[in-house]
């Protein structure tokens, strides 16, 4: 198809349907929550002997127009080193999630997100498939759930399928508006 034809079949659309002409859904509007300057402390368990581990820092979110947010993090690793995070979130209507990616200095891979919010409204759970920690060379499901307190409060718990198949939370951080 020509590029001209393309353009054509989109224009046949009407604006409403053309992906490149999007209205922001509640959903949009239930991420907007999250924009604003925090700090954060987490407390991380890497390894059943391994003792908790500590961080803290700070991120920015902001909106990207009124589809998406966007959050920078800064702060230390459990050992000291500095860490970089980007999260980004929006909502894709189409398939009816949540939709975003995370990356992280401190690692290689690149962790894309989908997801649902819950019927409370508060809690929004973002799977996503990733190196095993047991084992890198195999895949394993995470999820990210983000849970929202208050205006000024919002908590990040990350969990794996343990042993036994049930989600096991292996990080939590709490995050503060600022």
């Not at 999820?143 to 939370?169: A, C, K, T, Y």
Request: with cysteine; charged share 20%; net charge negative.
């Amino acid at each position: 198809m020509t590029v001209e034809a393309q353009i054509d079949a989109q224009t046949d659309l009407g604006a409403q349907d053309c992906p490149m002409n999007a209205e922001p859904q509640p959903q949009h509007r239930w991420l907007l929550k999250l924009v604003g300057d925090w700090t954060y402390e987490s407390e991380a368990q890497m390894g059943p002997d391994q003792p908790p581990t500590k961080s803290a820092g700070r991120q920015s979110t902001r909106a990207v127009g009124e589809l998406w947010i966007m959050g920078e993090g800064r702060g230390d690793m459990p050992d000291g080193e500095p860490m970089h995070t980007v999260i980004t979130l929006g909502y894709d209507p189409a398939k009816q999630q949540f939709v975003g990616t995370f990356i992280g200095s401190m690692m290689t891979w690149l962790w894309p997100y989908s997801g649902t919010l819950d019927d409370s409204g508060k809690v929004l759970t973002l799977a996503s498939e990733g190196p095993s920690f047991t084992d890198p060379a195999q895949m394993s499901p995470y999820q990210d759930v983000l849970e929202v307190v208050d205006d000024d409060h919002h908590i990040l718990r990350s969990r794996m399928p343990g042993p036994d198949g049930d989600w096991v939370e292996f990080m939590t951080a709490h995050y503060r508006r600022v």
